[in-house]
């Protein structure tokens, strides 16, 4: 009895094992595809598959009950030839180019409207910029589905964020700052200004160092937050003052053409007289000065 016991105990804790080492090898390839950036839109195109399936795969406790042609693709994808190589992957630079290199050379070429990107969008871009589009597409997408209304704020602030580009050069090298901190760019390589860059990116380290270290309490940077509140208050004003004096000199070139609306018909004649409208106040202006 004790004897039968005792081998009832061992398969227990060998089935346990089999079960959570299936678990952990889950969890492993979830970790993997995260620290790759491949989202779960794109790893479902890679497989012919709904990106509800790929919810589906990723919830089994075992990868090899993954049905046997899809995980032979995963592994193709992956570099390696079974689950248990997974612990032996380093997410670095060069991996990260070979797995995208194989995803994208692999990947079916569907059609655009398949893909939930109208024709029009991709009107007149080359291929390599059309791919790119459809993948922030996809991404964003995924992450609105995923995150409910936070998913929704950051993505509405990814939005403000593009719109600043043009005006803010600093925004350029966070955004090369966070493509090399999290392993997608070689670190030595400086696409735009390099000094400038080189300078930004060693700044932003160690700021990053300091709020990761626990050290930068809200007390401490209570006075510095206030002045950048306002900062952007002193900003949010002049854009206000801004508007409301480029609506007013419309108001007084409708007045002096005689029209009560700008259209297709007017438009071009209202432009140029509110260009001669502003240009007659800025010469009052310096005339007052004088």
């Not at 929704?152 to 043009?166: E, G, K, S």
């Not at 030595?188 to 200004?193: C, L, S, V």
């Not at 380290?205 to 940077?221: E, P, T």
């Not at 108001?251 to 432009?271: C, D, R, W």
């Amino acid at each position: 009895m004790i004897c039968d016991f005792t081998l009832h105990l061992t398969n227990v804790n060998i089935v346990i094992k089999l079960l959570l080492g299936g678990y952990e090898m889950s969890i492993k390839l979830s970790d993997v595809l995260h620290e790759l950036g491949i989202s779960k839109v794109k790893l479902a195109k890679f497989l012919g598959v709904s990106r509800q399936m790929i919810y589906n795969y990723l919830e089994l406790d075992d990868i090899d009950k993954w049905p046997k042609d899809k995980k032979i693709l995963l592994f193709n994808l992956l570099g390696i030839k079974d689950a248990s190589e997974l612990e032996t992957i380093k997410i670095n630079t060069d991996y990260i180019t070979e797995v995208e290199l194989r995803l994208n050379s692999l990947c079916d070429n569907k059609n655009d409207e398949s893909r939930g990107v109208s024709n029009d969008l991709l009107t007149g871009i080359s291929p390599k910029n059309q791919e790119l589009i459809v993948g922030i597409v996809d991404l964003i997408k995924e992450y609105l589905e995923d995150n409910g209304s936070e998913g929704a704020t950051i993505v509405n602030y990814f939005y403000h964020y593009l719109q600043a580009m043009n005006n803010t050069k600093e925004l350029k090298y966070i955004l090369a700052y966070v493509a090399k901190e999290t392993g997608f760019e070689k670190p030595m390589e400086f696409a735009f200004e390099e000094d400038e860059q080189f300078i930004f990116e060693s700044v932003m380290f160690s700021a990053m160092v300091l709020y990761r270290s626990g050290k930068a309490s809200k007390s401490k940077l209570a006075e510095s937050h206030r002045r950048f509140v306002n900062q952007i208050e002193q900003k949010m004003e002049e854009k206000l003052s801004r508007t409301m004096e480029l609506n007013n000199v419309k108001v007084q070139a409708l007045k002096e053409l005689g029209y009560t609306e700008i259209n297709e018909n007017n438009a071009s004649e209202i432009f140029e007289k509110i260009a001669e409208i502003q240009s007659r106040k800025s010469a009052f202006k310096r005339i007052d000065e004088e």
